[in-house]
């Protein structure tokens, strides 16, 4: 499945962004879907993930409580709903995809799609 990441920008610390991913290619509603991101210097790390009926969702601990993952399988849609945002969320965030849920997490043989800049200012 090919992913396309959008909504990143630059927002003050304290404030909300959203993001979206479009789904194009095989069936997305068989897909478990997530966030990961990548802050300058660091290595990519699991955000958050769906399950592919949108019933189970995980995040990491540093994002719980003010992140919210969604999907739409009618729209072939996933969206990150980032809310009182830190200066330490600012990375670029890829849109992550898997037939095994579990894999999101460790972020292993998943497909990737290109990213997109969230900046929090303090």
């Known amino acids: 499945v090919q992913l396309q990441a959008s909504g990143g920008g630059l927002v003050q610390a304290g404030g909300s962004l959203r993001l979206s991913c479009a789904a194009y290619?095989?069936?997305?509603?068989?897909?478990?879907m997530g966030w990961a991101r990548q802050a300058p210097g660091k290595e990519r790390e699991f955000v958050a993930a769906?399950?592919?009926?949108?019933?189970?969702?995980d995040y990491a601990d540093s994002v719980k409580g003010r992140f919210a993952i969604s999907r739409d399988n009618e729209k072939n849609s996933v969206s990150l709903q980032m809310n009182t945002l830190k200066p330490e969320d600012t990375a670029v965030y890829y849109c992550i995809a898997d037939l095994e849920y579990w894999r999101l997490a460790v972020l292993v043989g998943i497909d990737w799609g290109p990213g997109t800049q969230v900046t929090v200012s303090s």
């Open positions: 290619g095989r069936a997305f509603s068989n897909y478990h």
């Open positions: 769906i399950s592919w009926s949108g019933v189970d969702t």
